[in-house]
């Protein structure tokens, strides 16, 4: 696999290094990616959050994927197409949030997986699947909550898959 860069967006109340980010970081270092976590905490702002996502990729040479979990997911997709990213990969994105629906951002025209959990009581399932039937994202129905700790073996396999298909693009 040739160098890519791996940028992670957390949830709105995780932080940068979380268990399910540290176990996708361990496989994409070995992967022989170079990682990034970016720290959004003190940041409730979703659209501070993708000013600050940009601005941390506007130094960053090479391909990058964004990968983002729950409002990390929204971040991650709502800044893909401004950091030119190469591909984008969310866990349980915040899409379509009641209230919020005119923020859930285009589809940024490239591959694009979701990762989402059937008992999720946070991001109602059916917002992924929408979000997947509306914009042809590939999207990956797994037996968890929102949290998707329990998935981390099943998630990893779909990123090393993820990876190698970006990359060999």
């Not at 409730?44 to 990390?72: F, H, K, N, T």
């Not at 994105?93 to 591959?111: S, W």
């Not at 694009?112 to 699947?129: A, F, K, L, M, R």
């Not at 129905?141 to 073996?153: A, E, F, P, Q, S």
């Amino acid at each position: 696999m040739s160098r890519m860069n791996i940028v992670f967006s957390h949830g709105q109340d995780s932080g940068p290094w979380g268990s399910k980010i540290r176990a996708m970081s361990d496989l994409a270092k070995n992967l022989g990616c170079e990682i990034q976590s970016i720290d959004y905490q003190g940041i409730s702002d979703p659209l501070l959050r993708v000013q600050e996502l940009i601005d941390a990729c506007s130094s960053i040479e090479g391909d990058i994927v964004l990968v983002g979990s729950s409002m990390g997911g929204y971040v991650a997709t709502a800044a893909a197409k401004d950091v030119g990213a190469a591909g984008l990969f969310v866990l349980a994105p915040a899409y379509f949030i009641a209230g919020y629906e005119e923020l859930t951002p285009q589809a940024p025209g490239m591959p694009h997986e979701i990762v989402h959990g059937w008992h999720d009581d946070v991001v109602p399932p059916d917002n992924s699947i929408r979000f997947a039937r509306q914009n042809s994202a590939t999207l990956h129905m797994v037996d968890g909550d929102h949290r998707l700790t329990k998935n981390i073996d099943e998630i990893n396999y779909y990123l090393a898959r993820f990876l190698t298909t970006v990359v060999d693009k």
